[in-house]
């Protein structure tokens, strides 16, 4: 793990700050000069890990099907990311996918007959990508290497981060670099967790109001696992941090998404199957009705110098 001071703020580098959150799964600080929230953990990006495995050397079948149930569990999302982008590039043009995870989205850019590069650091879906799908142009190097930033210098129309960025050790290097690989008017687009949203603001509350005994979706929002999330942004934190990168803010919207179905967030508190059955239906029924808006998209482009 990477050694930080982590009293100076990842976002706004200011220091003297303190933990505020301490959560089963990690330590929260909050930035009091700007209100930055991260944790106090970094990974080893160079360590050729899985966050859900051991380290693996190759691709089994388990490995495979829990890739893949994984990711039938929502398969608007990755249609709706690609429509989006299909709005800002073109056919042939230069797309470079950080994180790409199961490799949905990469290979709906290849369909759509981009010339589309991955970065993924966990060990079992660069495995995946190379040994089952059979993909070319996916790298487990940091986009902060040397095979990234000096061999594809302003190379790229568009690089995404789905889910990325509340990952990542030090956001606003990771925005650095991008833009860096960014053809100069080329677009960043983002979606993540969003701190203005009905979870986090009542974690808060919970926590505030029970001097920290009960943290209430804090626990779930946050974690020191590897490739967990160290980070959950504001809309102010984003318009900071493309402010810092150099980036102009173009679309920012929230929208409320969940990576997998109600059940599997509802059987980790329900135990009862006959509960559960009912819980289902209302929960769904609750989110048709209350459209909690817990992530946000955001696109960027890269300033043209003057």
Partial sequence: ?????????????????????????????????????YTDYLDDEYLPQSAHAEQITHIDEKTIKYIEQKLQSNPQRFHHHTQIVKQYIQQG???????FGGA?????????????????????YILYATEKLHLKNVY????????????????????????VLEHVNFPNELLH????????????????????????????????????????????????????????????DIQFLFHQSDIELIFLQQFHEISFPYEFYLHKIIQNKWLLKIAVPATKLFFMVFKVKNKMMVIGKKKSKK
């Avoid at 290979?107 to 981009?114: E, I, P, Q, V």
């Avoid at 860096?180 to 993540?192: A, E, R, V």
Wanted: glycine share 6%; with cysteine; charged share 15%.
């Fill in 140 to 163: 487990s190097f940091p986009i902060q290497d040397a095979f990234w930033q000096t061999n594809y210098a302003e190379f790229f129309n568009a690089i995404v981060l789905w889910d």
């Fill in 93 to 99: 043009e230069n797309i470079l996918d950080v994180g």
């Fill in 1 to 37: 793990m990477t050694n930080y001071n982590f009293s100076i703020c990842k976002l706004c580098h200011q220091g003297g700050n303190r933990i505020a959150y301490r959560l089963k799964m990690a330590n929260v600080i909050v930035c009091k000069h700007c209100g930055f929230h």
């Fill in 104 to 124: 949905i989205f990469l290979r709906n850019m290849l369909a759509a007959n981009m010339q589309a590069y991955g970065i993924e650091l966990d060990r079992q």
């Fill in 177 to 236: 670099n991008a833009v860096n690989l960014l053809q100069p008017n080329g677009y960043i687009f983002i979606d993540t967790p969003c701190r203005n949203s009905f979870y986090h603001i009542t974690g808060e509350w919970m926590s505030k109001l029970s001097f920290g005994y009960y943290n209430g979706f804090l626990h779930s929002m946050y974690s020191n696992h590897r490739f967990g999330h160290k980070q959950i942004f504001s809309k102010k």
